[in-house]
C-alpha cells in the first residue's frame, strides 16, 4: 500500500512538470513564430522601400540636372546593394519577397506627372520621405531582433541611410 502511495504521488507531480514544460514550450513557439512574423514583415518592406527608392532614383537620373543626379544614381548603388542583402538573408530564412506596394507606383506616376519645374522639389521631398521610411524600419526591427545577422545589416546600412537623408536635405535647401 505505501508503495502505491509514494508511485501514485510520483506520477501526479511529473504530470505537474509535464504541463509546465508543455505550457512552456508552447509560449517559445509563440514567441519564436512571432519574432518570424517581425523578421519576414521587415524584409518585405524594407524591399519594398528599396525598390521605390530605386525606381524613383533611376527616373531622377533621367530628368533631372547634376547635384540631383549625382545623389540619385548614389541612391539607386545603395539601395541596389542593400536590395541584395536583404533577398539573400530573406531566401536564407525562406522568405518569398514580392512587390506587394501599391504606393510606390503611386509616388512614382506623381514625380513622373511633375513638370520640369516643380520635378527637383517632387523628387527630393519624395526620397525624403522614402529614406525616413526605410531608417525608422531599420530602427524597429533592431530593437524588435536579436538575428545578428539582421542587426549586422542595420549596423552596415543605418548610418549610410542617414548620410544620404542629410544630403537629400542639403539639395532640398538649395533647390527649394
Known amino acids: 500500500m505505501i508503495s502505491l502511495f509514494f508511485s501514485a504521488c510520483g506520477k501526479k507531480e511529473h504530470q505537474k512538470a509535464n504541463f509546465f514544460n508543455n505550457d512552456a514550450l508552447g509560449l517559445n513557439n509563440k514567441q519564436k513564430n512571432d519574432k518570424d512574423q517581425v523578421e519576414t514583415s521587415f524584409f518585405i518592406a524594407a524591399a519594398n522601400v528599396s525598390n521605390t527608392l530605386i525606381s524613383k532614383s533611376q527616373f531622377a537620373q533621367k530628368s533631372s540636372e547634376s547635384p540631383i543626379q549625382d545623389l540619385s544614381k548614389k541612391i539607386e548603388d545603395h539601395q541596389n546593394q542593400l536590395l541584395q542583402k536583404i533577398a539573400a538573408m530573406a531566401n536564407r530564412k525562406l522568405v518569398i519577397i514580392t ?78
Do not use: G, M
Request: hydrophobic share 30%; proline share 1%; net charge negative.
Open 99 to 176: 512587390d506587394i506596394n501599391v504606393a510606390h507606383k503611386r509616388d512614382l506616376y506623381e514625380l513622373i506627372d511633375t513638370d520640369e519645374t516643380t520635378f527637383n522639389k517632387t523628387y527630393l521631398n519624395s526620397i525624403s520621405e522614402s529614406l525616413t521610411e526605410q531608417i525608422k524600419l531599420f530602427e524597429k526591427i533592431s530593437t524588435e531582433t536579436d538575428d545578428e545577422t539582421i542587426l549586422k545589416l542595420v549596423l552596415q546600412y543605418l548610418p549610410e541611410q542617414y548620410q544620404l537623408l542629410r544630403e537629400t536635405q542639403r539639395l532640398k535647401t538649395e533647390f527649394i
